[in-house]
């Protein structure tokens, strides 16, 4: 080993790779509100060997929802993206069959209340805005509304 061999050795020793950890936030923008948008529950759970199960309950959600704080501040030149429920989709059964209904709002009347809708195969019932929240909600359908800022 020459002299000049046992140097460069002695260098790479003392290069240590230091890995620093940080604190990270991964976040994800809307460039362009829709005029509907669709929102997909997950209600699935897959176990080791694949196999999926239907995951069953209530998950909250809002009648009006604003999307302010997730718009890309590039895109400020649109109008607000609120939005209020219009709809949505409920399955009953298991993974294997069931039953899908729908909950859908009715036109209201200038400063009246909505009507909400449950529609099935063989009916179309009356309901209560609670009834509609506190579904086991698969789909939701909203839909852009304009206010004034």
């Not at 230091?18 to 669709?38: E, H, M, S």
């Not at 239907?54 to 929802?65: A, P, R």
């Amino acid at each position: 080993m020459s002299s000049n061999d046992s140097e460069s050795e002695g260098e790479e020793d003392s290069e240590k790779v230091i890995t620093v950890k940080r604190d990270a936030t991964k976040r994800v923008l809307v460039n362009k509100a829709p005029p509907v948008l669709t929102i997909h529950l997950k209600r699935f759970s897959q176990d080791l060997r694949g196999r999926l199960s239907k995951l069953n309950g209530h998950v909250s959600f809002k009648e009006v929802i604003d999307l302010r704080q997730y718009m890309d501040s590039r895109c400020s030149g649109e109008d607000s993206p609120v939005y209020r429920l219009a709809g949505l989709v409920e399955h009953s059964g298991t993974m294997r069959g069931g039953h899908y209904v729908a909950y859908v709002r009715g036109g209201g009347k200038k400063g009246k209340e909505s009507v909400w809708y449950n529609i099935s195969d063989a009916h179309v019932r009356q309901v209560s805005l609670d009834k509609v929240m506190h579904s086991e909600a698969y789909i939701l359908f909203y839909e852009r509304i304009f206010t004034q800022d």
